[in-house]
């Protein structure tokens, strides 16, 4: 049974003289610890009860200590902090390590000292899926900035003081709103996304119009305003890194269609905006996309996309519910002209 106040610390370490001596450490510091010797117990013992830590060696008999890792950090609404620890410290195990979630990579042999720093380290995963190998776009120093390039944009958006905190919850808000940046080029694409609760879009909207909407639809299309101010910011800041980025126009979705992004994503980071007593989730997932066949939603103006998105490698795909005027269909074959552009219906017939 648990000490009554002493925070739980489950330690996996098949080494015994290791094991006791890492106890003692954090033991001295007031954690209760459970000490187990192989991968398989570490997981038993984690799905059994709340722990706030995890301390886990890299060879573990088993199951890996990345394996336990990684499924401590990627349960949903994980406030255990996990660390690896391993005595082969180069920057490719750091790197494993980050991608499995680890809060931090200790290498062995490890003082008390930096042991005590690591467990007094404040929780704040910066993704809730690591990224998948080294992809120029999570490289980018955008992605990584990508809090503190929302709160100054939103805070003058809404006109009142906005922060803007990484999470790992993914709400079941119902609704739900995405749009995209697009690189033909790189064949990536960062797509922004909301979930908020109705009275959290009606606040939004009141903020953003200085009056209450007059229906669900226009508290709504308050939400997809933050949306295109955000992924105008990114848009100029991507830019930067050698990125051409199309706006992708924000449409309705489902927080089922988000779950199902960030699991197809290399990379997703997810934060909770918050203003007055009102708060938000707002999400950035990037993901591979097929620079030929490009899906662009909800094109109103074919010709201006068409001219962002087609390049020397790349193509447009629309959509057949696509309406044009004929003006503006012939400028689109006239921006296309020599490019690869794929349509469901014949753009001679699109009215």
Excluded at 98 to 123: I, M, N, Q
Excluded at 204 to 216: D, Y
Aim: include cysteine; proline fraction near 5%.
């Amino acid at each position: 049974m648990s000490a009554p106040g002493r925070k739980r610390v489950l330690l996996a370490e098949d080494e015994v003289v290791c094991s006791v001596i890492v106890q003692r450490m954090i033991e001295k510091d007031g954690y209760e610890v459970v000490v187990v010797k192989d991968g398989m117990s570490a997981l038993r013992e984690v799905e059994a009860g709340d722990f706030f830590a995890v301390i886990a060696d890299w060879m573990l008999p088993e199951l890996d200590g990345i394996e336990i890792v990684r499924r401590v950090t990627s349960r949903p609404g994980n406030k255990t902090k996990a660390f690896l620890t391993s005595v082969i410290d180069i920057p490719a195990a750091r790197e494993h390590a980050a991608a499995a979630g680890a809060l931090d990579f200790l290498p062995k042999p490890v003082s008390a000292a930096t042991l005590l720093k690591a467990l007094r380290t404040e929780l704040k995963p910066v993704v809730v899926k690591a990224p998948e190998g080294n992809h120029p776009m999570t490289r980018a120093a955008a992605w990584s900035n990508i809090t503190a390039l929302s709160s100054g944009p939103l805070t003058e958006l809404l006109g009142t003081p906005v922060s803007v905190e990484l999470a790992t919850d993914v709400p079941d808000d119902p609704v739900a709103l995405t749009c995209g940046l697009v690189d033909a080029r790189n064949g990536s694409e960062v797509t922004p996304w909301i979930l908020a609760r109705e009275s959290a879009a009606i606040s939004v909207a009141t903020a953003m119009l200085g009056e209450a909407p007059g229906n669900a639809e226009e508290a709504a299309d308050a939400l997809a305003e933050v949306l295109n101010l955000l992924a105008g910011v990114l848009k100029t800041e991507f830019g930067t890194n050698d990125f051409k980025f199309t706006l992708v126009l924000p449409k309705r979705t489902t927080s089922k269609e988000i779950r199902a992004l960030i699991e197809g994503a290399f990379a997703s980071i997810v934060t909770t905006v918050a203003f007055g007593d009102t708060s938000f989730a707002l999400g950035f997932s990037a993901r591979s996309v097929n620079a030929v066949e490009m899906r662009v939603e909800d094109l109103r103006e074919g010709f201006v996309l068409a001219e962002d998105v087609c390049n020397a490698t790349g193509g447009m795909l629309l959509p057949a519910c696509t309406r044009l005027t004929a003006t503006a269909a012939q400028r689109l074959r006239e921006t296309c002209k020599g490019r690869k552009v794929r349509a469901h219906v014949p753009l001679a017939s699109v009215a």
